[in-house]
Nanobody
């Protein structure tokens, strides 16, 4: 059974940083493009960053230059470094495939507030 487990969220002041981590188990990991998604309260889940099996990345305009996605195919992990955080970055962050989305994990809450 495939499982996604996200961690690393928390409460941070504007301008601060966090590093999120996602562990993928029970699946062939390294052939898939993986993404980090964000869901703010009352809004739809959106894809904010993605990384191909070869390490090519792409970002939503709202996070470009501030967030960095990375992956370790040997460890089946995909991380998201969040810098220069803004209140509008607040939400629950999830990882998943970009194509062929599987069952969502519990996510990790990021709250940016002074």
């Amino acid at each position: 059974q495939v499982q996604l487990v996200e961690s690393g969220g928390g409460l941070v002041q504007p301008g601060g940083s966090l590093r999120l981590s996602c562990v993928v188990s029970g699946s062939i990991f390294n052939i898939y493009t993986m993404g980090w998604y964000r869901q703010a309260a009352g809004k739809q889940r959106e894809l904010v960053a993605q990384i191909t099996s070869g390490g090519s990345t792409n970002y939503a305009d709202s996070v470009k230059g501030r967030f960095t996605i990375s992956r370790d195919n040997a460890k089946n992990t995909v991380d998201l470094q969040l810098n220069s955080l803004k209140p509008e970055d607040t939400g629950v962050y999830y990882c998943n495939r970009v194509l062929g989305v599987i069952a969502w994990g519990q996510g990790t809450q990021v709250t940016v507030s002074s």
